[in-house]
């Protein structure tokens, strides 16, 4: 009995050995085998590990920061605090990288921005359209005087190349040297003024176009700003008589 069942046990060992070298043969078989016939498997296996991958550096990103949230801004007034309101970052893009890169450049130009020089000849062309009793020219931006601010910008494409941006612009401290000039019955009154934007605030349109190699950028108000404006005479009133 005990013969028996030694052969027993020798014989289902033997088996098991087959099965296994048989298996290990296969195994050897594959992977050594011509690379077209096994492209589909390596594929997938492939694809496998990616998701695996994938689901762990998810599971790893929520871990350690938590689950995404909505990004949202808002404003707020801070309470028995006069002046414009203060922006609540909750996540949202902000402007201060380029109101901070305007300021570094605008006060580190070894001389006047030819964009500045351009703003000013726009302002002289719409006094003169204006006209009225008394005649002004802006001369220049007066030194010290600090670029605008910039926020909520928005971008559109347009068609034949045409490019919109949209933004909010809040200007202050900003002065211009300004000549008036003023015909009287005894002669003509000459004087210079400096003009300080005490407020500018309004929505900017940027309106950008190709024409051949030109890059032609126009900017302007959309509405009326709210500004405030305060002028003071730099010398009294010189008279010049005509001969």
């Not at 077209?36 to 871990?63: R, S």
């Amino acid at each position: 009995m005990v013969d028996i069942t030694a052969k027993l046990i020798w014989y289902r060992l033997g088996e098991t050995f087959d099965k296994m070298a048989e298996g290990g043969n296969r195994v050897t078989s594959w992977l050594f085998s011509d690379w077209d016939d096994n492209l589909l498997d390596v594929l997938l296996f492939g694809w496998i590990g990616w998701a695996v991958l994938v689901v762990l550096v998810v599971n790893a990103v929520l871990t350690f920061f938590g689950p995404l949230q909505p990004r949202v801004a808002r404003w707020e007034k801070k309470e028995g605090v006069s002046g414009a309101p203060v922006a609540v970052e909750t996540g949202a893009e902000s402007t201060r990288w380029l109101n901070s890169g305007l300021n570094w450049f605008y006060l580190h130009y070894d001389s006047v921005p030819e964009f500045i020089e351009l703003w000013v000849k726009s302002l002289n062309e719409q006094v003169v359209k204006l006209g009225g009793p008394v005649q002004l020219k802006f001369e220049r931006v007066k030194p010290g005087s600090l670029p605008p601010k910039f926020n909520e910008i928005t971008f559109e494409a347009g068609s034949d190349n045409k490019y919109l941006f949209h933004s909010k612009v809040d200007a202050k401290d900003l002065s211009f040297a300004i000549f008036a000039s003023q015909q009287t019955s005894g002669g003509v009154k000459l004087t210079n003024l400096t003009a300080n934007i005490l407020k500018l605030k309004g929505t900017i349109c940027f309106k950008c176009s190709k024409v051949g190699s030109d890059m032609i950028l126009n900017i302007s108000f959309i509405g009326r700003p709210d500004v405030k404006v305060q002028g003071k005479p730099v010398n009294p009133y010189q008279v010049s008589y005509g001969h």
